[in-house]
């Protein structure tokens, strides 16, 4: 209703997550009321975006150039390597601060339904690294979902079997939570992997 | 952190209303990992509405000719005039099918201590085609804020000094409305307006 280049806009902004209709036509309003300079400038860093990112050759997350910055990175300790679900988590990870090794992103998880395995989410590739990299400890933060687990369990089984030590990211009632408010199933998992003091 | 194009993308994301660092790093991932194809049409849609979007030179509303679509509608009320304040406001208006007349879009309202007086939000204009053309009825439906309320009177008061009629919209407790949560203001409103049955 609004005539078809702002309908097209509107219906374009759809595709960003979480937003529905009404938002749309709000952001729709937003560029074209006020921030036409702005409106340009996105339509290029995201047409940028999408022609020029690609992905990291050896640990899969997007990157400009064939290597990461983080895999380009001899600063880091380079004989640890943490295998995560998505670029999400890689960078949710770094912001934290808690890890210092490179990395491996799946891009996924198994999910044998939907026709989703090893190979799929570049098990080959990980377990080749593992091969031929002097890889001391794999540590696996997939998330505590059944197949973020059933994928950790997967390549833990492998790993060993190449003679690397496997970790598992610990689980249990997050910094701050009130055990009242805290899951069951989260709390089955802090009692199950309590630790002596 | 996510190198240059990456870091540039959720920046600019950053200029849509609603989007703080948090979701615009979620969108720009999601673009990324899924959806390159909608992310181009995004980036053409937002550059095309910039580029081509300009105002219908009647009403002041967004559009792609010189004439908007409502203006160009010979089969609306011709001798009926709605005031608004943004796009939005008439957009929400047009979905309520309230109304079948045209519009006048003010793209903002009365506010001396920012500079913005009555040529600053068209009036002028306004009042031209209240002489120019055979209005029947001039419907003020700007916000009930202070600078509304104002901005209603002011052209209210040359409206009828035209020889117009002038009506503003209604305010009281909306449907649905439980008096309980409605606020002060609105109740007095409802009071002060109270109808006769």
Redesign the interface.
């Known amino acids: ?6 309908d ?2 509107i ?3 759809r ?4 937003v529905g209709p009404k ?1 749309a ?9 006020r ?2 300079k ?16 690609g992905r990291c050759e050896l640990c899969r997350i ?3 150039t064939k290597e ?2 983080i895999c380009g990175n001899h600063r880091r300790e380079q004989r640890q390597l943490c295998v995560v679900e ?3 988590d890689l ?1 949710a990870i ?2 934290s601060g808690s890890y210092r090794g490179r990395y491996f992103v799946l ?1 996924g998880h198994l999910s044998p339904i939907d026709g989703i395995g090893p190979a799929e989410i570049g098990i080959d590739q990980l377990l080749q690294r593992l091969s031929d990299e002097d890889i001391e400890e794999l540590i696996l933060a997939t998330n505590l979902t059944v197949e973020g687990e059933a994928t950790a369990h997967f390549i833990g089984e492998r790993a060993l079997a190449l003679g690397v030590q496997v970790s598992r990211i610990a689980h249990g009632v997050p910094l701050g939570g009130e055990l009242e408010y805290v899951d069951g199933s989260t709390l089955l998992h802090a009692f199950s992997s309590r630790k002596r003091l």
């Open positions: 209703m609004f005539g078809k280049v702002i097209e806009l219906d374009s902004l595709c960003l997550p979480g938002s036509q709000r952001m729709a309003l937003h560029l074209l009321e921030d036409r702005s409106a340009s400038r996105l339509a290029n860093a995201i047409a940028n975006a999408a022609e020029k990112i997007f990157s400009e990461c910055e998505t670029p999400a960078f770094e912001q891009l």
